[in-house]
């Protein structure tokens, strides 16, 4: 028997798998990994509420996901702050991320949209896992107010690996109307007036 202590680590609650069903899920950071050099923080999660509740207490690689200042990633990184800030109110995210305060992101919680994804093994075979989609407000979680996506196949050779833009069919070139013609005007000469009866004068 191997010389252990196991007082002091909690028990996962997870049915020992770390795949969540497609479905909005109430989250909570508890770890966090600053990448200056690539210009992204890594947030990992654990489900915070729920039946799934502490699915990834002790798993090596939590679900996570990248909040980057890239300039093409600040539309996202505006929305997932705000998203924090709605969900932990008294709370602003941004001001924290802008000023380093990394520190103060452990434990706040926010909604996530978990879907599905297939990749490629190792060894060459298919495996399925999870991923957040999207991070969403924990009111929007509640009230169910949002929509999952398909899973994603990052699977080598698969459709979406080989062609993750899919061609599209270039636009027809521009071909006017014909226009309505409408006959032109010809004056029509009028008739003189008849001279006024007695009792029209």
């Keep these: 028997m191997p010389n252990i202590d196991l007082s002091n680590v909690r028990e996962s609650s997870g049915g020992g798998s770390y795949n969540l069903e497609p479905g909005g899920y109430v989250m909570e950071v ?3 990994e600053i990448q200056n050099a690539r210009q992204y923080v890594r947030l990992r999660f654990d489900v915070a509420e729920g039946p799934r509740k502490g699915t990834y207490a002790n798993a090596q690689w939590p679900i996570s996901d990248v909040m980057s200042w890239k300039e093409a990633a600040k539309p996202m990184l505006k929305q997932k ?6 969900s932990n109110p008294g709370w ?3 001001e924290a991320f802008l000023n380093d ?6 434990h706040k919680r926010v909604g996530a949209i978990v879907r599905g994804r297939k990749y490629t093994k190792k060894d060459g075979s298919d495996g399925e896992g999870c991923e957040i989609y999207q991070l969403c407000s924990v009111e929007q979680v509640a009230a169910g107010d949002f929509v999952v996506p398909g899973p994603k ?3 080598k050779g698969s459709k979406a690996d080989a062609a993750p ?4 069919a270039a636009p027809q070139a521009y071909q006017p109307q014909p226009q309505y013609q409408y006959p032109q005007y010809q004056y029509q000469p009028q008739p ?5 009866l007695p009792w029209e004068q």
């Design 165 to 168: 833009n899919p061609p599209v």
């Design 81 to 86: 702050l705000r998203v924090l800030s709605e």
């Design 153 to 155: 196949d990052d699977r």
């Design 192 to 196: 003189a007036p008849e001279a006024p």
């Design 30 to 32: 508890i770890d966090y």
């Design 92 to 94: 602003d995210a941004e």
């Design 101 to 106: 305060r990394w520190g103060e992101f452990l």
